[in-house]
């Protein structure tokens, strides 16, 4: 991809040594982050070998799922050019945590937490030490999503103990996060290895569990695994890992006795369904093998008809919102993990429309329509787009859903085969039946 193919929007971000620029391509409508090195740079040969050795290490990492992509770039000595283009993140973890503390969970935690290790455990079996790891340079995509994905950038620290490069090996003053950054940097960058990368994940591990900068380290869960961690007491991140998922697990299990799963309430109370129970149990949407099998599932064949659900309506009311809410969280999980039935997302779907048809609440009819044509256009399942389309077909929405179910619809920009079949014409929905013929189209 070159630059010449996009179109500058305005500065997203910027810092001593670099800045970030918002560029679209105007076809897609697709947006991406182009980062340079600073003008009054361009001519320090230690800032340009740095951000060549940024491009350098990025590339040779970006197959790994939680390492930022590249998609082009430029070094041009005689140009003085140096760019590359990645894609554009909304929020860091720093900002994202800081946003969000007060309404994330343990394992939403720990699901942020793993891909950050994933990713700096694929640097270091690629001989690459990140050196500058802090909460502004992980970036967070989907971050609307309860679990959204982690991708670590910024490897312009980063060190290569093969290499021979001075840069690899230098001293430049003031980099790094001083309260994420390993103290042996602070006087010589050189002094930075595989141990430093650790450290700042005991650090980073602190932050996310608390929600508090790592100043300070209070007795919390961890706080043997962290304390290890800044402490040097790891000789590599395998071994810091181990120590991780084990405290993880343990965790897990002790918060397992605490409450019950929906499929284990339904397995001991059979069709002796308590709503106000059956709610509070979803909202907690606990979980020993997988949200699916634990949580989805059992809700589905609990509420299994519309006369099921306008029972449970009765009893929470308005409250449905939070209970659809949880589930589609549990769906959004699914769909970046493994260890659950991908061939249900059909029944998935037929769940969100029954519960969309009985529900009251625009919103929640919204939420179902809008993962229903997720399911249908995005997973491309056929079943799905049957029902979708007898569902746009055969009813007719409020405006406000009309119109926002459009929105989405334009923003996925997935079309699927079957939509030509529509006969817009008997569509009720104006804006719902603009945005499929413009699918259609395109």
């Not at 549990?330 to 991908?342: K, R, V």
């Not at 769940?351 to 009985?358: N, Q, T, Y």
Request: glycine share 4%; proline share 2%.
């Amino acid at each position: 991809m070159n630059l010449s193919e996009l179109t500058y929007e305005n500065v997203h971000a910027s810092g001593g040594f670099a800045i970030i620029q918002r560029y679209k391509n105007l076809e897609t409508n697709q947006k991406f982050a182009v980062k340079k090195i600073n003008k009054e740079l361009i001519d320090d040969l230690d800032y340009v070998e740095r951000f060549i050795k940024e491009i350098e290490y990025t590339k040779r990492l970006r197959e790994n799922k939680n390492i930022i992509d590249i998609f082009g770039e430029k070094i041009n000595h005689d140009m003085k050019e140096f760019y590359y283009i990645m894609p554009l993140a909304k929020i860091n973890l720093d900002k994202y945590i800081i946003k969000n503390n007060e309404h994330l969970n343990f394992s939403q935690r720990i699901y942020l937490f793993e891909q950050i290790l994933n990713g700096i455990k694929f640097a270091h079996e690629k001989n690459i030490w990140h050196r500058d790891l802090t909460p502004t340079n992980i970036l967070l995509f989907d971050e609307e999503s309860s679990y959204p994905t982690v991708k670590i950038c910024d490897f312009g620290l980063g060190k290569d103990p093969e290499s021979l490069s001075r840069m690899a090996n230098s001293s430049i003053g003031g980099h790094g996060q001083w309260m994420y950054v390993d103290p042996d940097q602070y006087d010589s960058l050189k002094n930075g290895t595989n141990i430093s990368d650790i450290f700042s994940l005991g650090k980073i591990l602190y932050f996310l569990i608390t929600g508090k900068k790592p100043l300070i380290i209070q007795d919390i869960k961890f706080k043997n695994v962290i304390d290890k961690a800044i402490n040097k007491e790891y000789d590599n991140v395998l071994e810091f890992e181990k120590d991780f998922v084990r405290m993880t697990d343990i965790y897990r299990e002790l918060a397992k006795s605490e409450s019950l799963t929906l499929q284990e309430y339904k397995e001991e109370y059979g069709e002796s369904v308590n709503w106000e129970d059956f709610y509070k149990i979803s909202l907690k949407a606990s979980t020993i093998e997988h949200i699916y099998n634990d949580f989805m599932n059992p809700a589905m064949e609990i509420l299994d008809d519309e006369n099921q659900i306008k029972e449970f309506l009765d009893v929470v009311g308005n409250q449905d919102e939070l209970f659809i809410n949880r589930f589609v969280e549990a769906l959004d999980y699914c769909h970046s993990s493994t260890g659950w039935p991908f061939n249900k997302l059909n029944d998935i779907t037929k769940f969100l429309i029954r519960f969309a048809h009985a529900s009251s609440s625009q919103t929640v009819k919204l939420t179902c329509l809008k993962n229903a044509w997720y399911i249908a256009a995005v997973d491309d399942q056929w079943i799905s787009q049957d029902i979708i389309i007898s569902t746009i077909e055969k009813h007719q929405f409020p405006s406000q859903i009309d119109d926002k179910f459009a929105s989405y619809i334009l923003e996925t920009g997935k079309s699927f085969d079957k939509l030509k079949k529509i006969n817009l014409n008997g569509v009720q929905n104006p804006k719902t039946k603009r945005a499929i013929s413009k699918l259609r189209n395109s």
